[in-house]
């Protein structure tokens, strides 16, 4: 709706996990750092923790794209599986073809041969699991003990886990004490500082097309980051409706008052108060029927 507006090709605040828009800067780019060298490595277990909404979908799919022909990878994106589904899943990944009433021997046995004739083309297997903090406790059981296939020179299969901190609170649990074990490498995604978020703001808005000058004021950068502590998910939600109510009022930047409607109209906001914009994106179509005036009518309130 704005894109026009602002001479933009495409929404730059979208919250859907487009590596178009990785900003390789700060805790992610340390992190990413920390996963291409453990992975290289050969190492068994890596582990990447973060906050609801610190980056670590786009993380995992960013690691993803830079891995090169020598990794062959199997992406778990739900792993809410119980250990025959979550085989089953990795067998899939792999490329194996399996009657669906396979016995659980005979799947494991496929595995094994399929990781030994990776191994043997100089391939290394990396499983990729997302919100890792939801596998069951007997299916992350069944990872560790599928890790311990090696060679004498390194690991069959190597898996990152992608997890919010809960994670680490069942680890530290007496029965998951031998996978905590394994894990060689770890990071802790941080949420974006001051000068790392202006700058992750304006690497969003080039991306998207942006040519002009500095398109949010201090003052509404300064406001986005107190209220959204930094947290991704939360600056692209605030910078979004704040572009919408610099719109609606015809203008050219992102001012204070706009970013502090936006952040009223966002839930998890630090400082938020009850959003006077009743569900501001469901009923922007509400609003276009109204026109120009009803729009700047709409943000006044």
């Known amino acids: 709706m704005y894109r026009e507006h602002f001479g933009l090709d495409e929404a730059p605040f979208t919250l859907t996990p487009d590596t178009g828009f990785f900003y390789n800067h700060g805790s992610h780019r340390e992190a990413l750092d920390v996963l291409l060298v453990a992975l290289r490595s050969g190492e068994g277990f890596i582990k990447v923790t973060g906050e609801v909404g610190t980056g670590k979908t786009l993380l995992c799919r960013q690691l993803l794209n830079l891995l090169d022909e020598r990794f062959v990878t199997a992406y778990v994106p739900n792993p809410f599986l119980n250990p025959t589904a979550l085989r089953m899943a990795l067998a899939e990944e792999l490329g194996i073809s399996f009657a669906r009433n396979i016995g659980q021997h005979r799947l494991l046995k496929l595995i094994t041969d399929r990781l030994i ?38 690991k069959l299969l190597q898996v990152v886990l992608f997890g919010q901190p809960e994670l680490d609170s ?28 202006h700058a992750y703001v304006e690497h969003r808005l080039r ?37 919408m109510a610099a719109y ?16 009223r109209d966002t839930e998890g906001m630090q400082g938020n108060h009850r959003p006077r914009l009743v569900a501001l994106v469901s009923t922007i179509a509400g609003l276009l029927a109204l026109g120009s005036a009803g729009l700047l009518y709409a943000f006044s309130l």
């Open 207 to 243: 991306v998207a097309g942006y040519r002009g000058g500095p398109l949010l004021t201090r003052p509404a950068l300064f406001r986005l980051q107190r209220a959204s502590r930094g947290i991704p998910r939360l600056v692209n939600l605030a910078c979004h409706k704040a572009l």
């Open 170 to 197: 069942r680890l530290a649990g007496k029965r998951l004490r031998q996978l905590k074990q394994r894990i060689v490498f770890s990071y802790h995604l941080k949420p974006l500082d001051r000068h790392v978020l």
């Open 117 to 154: 004739e990776l191994n043997g083309a100089g391939k290394q297997v990396v499983v990729v699991l997302d919100e890792a903090q939801a596998i069951p406790d007997d299916s992350l059981e069944a990872l560790r003990l599928l890790t311990n296939l090696e060679t004498e020179k390194r």
């Open 248 to 263: 609606g009022t015809g203008s050219r930047r992102v001012t204070l008052a706009h970013m502090r409607r936006a952040v």
